[in-house]
């Protein structure tokens, strides 16, 4: 597409863009949310918290009502029985990570998530124990897995071996991971990777990594925390073992709600896989029979533990309408659309301050542009908020940027970069 660097232009695009309704089903912030008049934020920040959709409060209140007149019995008598509600998402869930429904169950949160899958995947040996990882892996990832490095008895300085990008680059190559694993991985146990790299917003291709992997027997984990509802994974065909992602950025339920797992297919009958156990993986069938031996049931279900909190689960179904409304192709289609208008803008700002670290090739990213900006600190993000921008800083001078296709439009681009401008002028 031929992008023009004005607001006729950015008004154009969202007179065309066929999606352009989804945003009136989501609250927008406002500068003065007292005021019905106040001025709309100019939010891209859907890569940390997602904006409410509308539908959540009649999802929500919905099962406070049944909560309120049916007691104990809403597990049964609910208009969405609770007692199987999780099986409410499930189809809807598998269809956003490209996955069948009996590999993917919404439960826990994402950390939890991932050291639970961890119990079953990373099985070390005393010559084969070591985890790949990115070297500039979300936080809590790397604190995870050296956590299990530990807890196995294992050193984290041995153990731990970091995917880099090359000197003076910021983003990772296939090859380099491929030479890792050549060169090390009878010594490698498991491969934990982020789909989408929180920081560069790269996107990683996940059937090359699997198979990498694979062809030294190690185990592939993805989390996907920045992936899912953004970019399309292809879960079950890219044959990774196991993924895990939260639903607050991307899939827009709500600050801390619950997660969602993937156990590939392959993995499904394997009861003999290690696993913590509690009595939401047992047999539905005779589960509150409480005397009965444990009998874990197939697919990615079978890592459950608890029964799942009601008013999250409403919350994220309420998103997922949405989704399955649409579908992840049109939203994939616009996302592409919106950060190509996004990255032609910044680059017709006249300044040497500015270089964009996430890959040029749509195919590669997502909906994040990630912006670095020499000589600047968080200042800039301050002064930004004081214009009701709303952007992600992150040291020592990044500035991430998600145009969300749920709810952002084209002139919301523009006017943001506008001020960008003004600010860096």
Request: aromatic letters at 10%; a negative charge; charged letters at 20%.
């Amino acid at each position: 597409m031929q992008y023009q660097n004005s607001l006729a232009f950015a008004k154009q695009l969202d007179a065309q863009d066929s999606l352009s309704h989804l945003r009136n089903q989501f609250h927008i912030p406002k500068d003065n949310p007292e005021n019905s008049g106040g001025n709309e934020w100019l939010y891209f920040t859907g890569n940390s918290l997602g904006l409410q959709p509308k539908l959540t409060e009649k999802y929500v209140l919905q099962e406070l009502k049944d909560w309120a007149n049916l007691g104990v019995e809403g597990h049964f008598e609910a208009k969405r029985p609770w007692l199987n509600y999780y099986e409410f998402l499930t189809e809807k869930m598998a269809k956003i990570v490209g996955a069948k429904p009996i590999e993917v169950v919404v439960m826990n949160t994402l950390t939890t998530n991932l050291h639970l899958l961890m119990v079953s995947f990373y099985q070390p040996t005393k010559t084969k124990y070591k985890i790949v990882i990115e070297s500039d892996a979300f936080p809590s990832d790397k604190y995870a897995v050296e956590s299990q490095l530990k807890f196995h008895g294992f050193d984290v300085q041995e153990g731990l071996i970091f995917w880099k990008p090359r000197e003076g680059e910021d983003l990772l190559r296939i090859e380099d991971l491929e030479q890792i694993i050549n060169n090390q991985g009878d010594e490698v146990a498991m491969l934990l990777i982020g789909g989408v790299n929180y920081y560069t917003g790269q996107f990683l291709d996940l059937k090359k990594i699997a198979a990498i992997g694979h062809s030294k027997n190690c185990l592939v984990g993805i989390d996907l925390a920045h992936g899912a509802g953004n970019i399309q994974p292809n879960l079950h065909d890219s044959e990774v073992d196991f993924a895990a992602w939260c639903t607050y950025k991307y899939l827009n339920s709500g600050p801390g709600s619950l997660a969602g797992i993937f156990v590939h297919e392959k993995h499904s009958k394997n009861k003999e896989l290690p696993r913590f156990a509690g009595w939401w993986n047992h047999n539905k069938k005779t589960r509150f029979n409480m005397r009965m031996p444990f009998d874990v049931m197939e697919g990615a279900e079978g890592w459950q533990l608890s029964n799942p909190p009601i008013l999250s689960m409403a919350a994220i179904l309420a998103s997922l309408d949405l989704f399955d409304e649409v579908g992840m192709n049109a939203l994939r289609e616009k996302s592409e659309k919106l950060t190509g208008f996004l990255e032609f803008l910044i680059q017709e700002i006249e300044t040497h301050k500015i270089k964009i670290i996430t890959p040029s090739n749509p195919k590669e990213r997502g909906c994040q542009i990630s912006i670095q900006i020499k000589e600047a600190n968080k200042s800039l993000h301050q002064q930004l908020l004081s214009k009701n921008v709303i952007t992600d800083w992150r040291e020592p001078n990044v500035m991430r940027c998600a145009p969300v296709p749920m709810y952002n439009s084209f002139e919301d681009v523009f006017q943001m970069i506008s001020i960008l401008k003004t600010l860096l002028q």
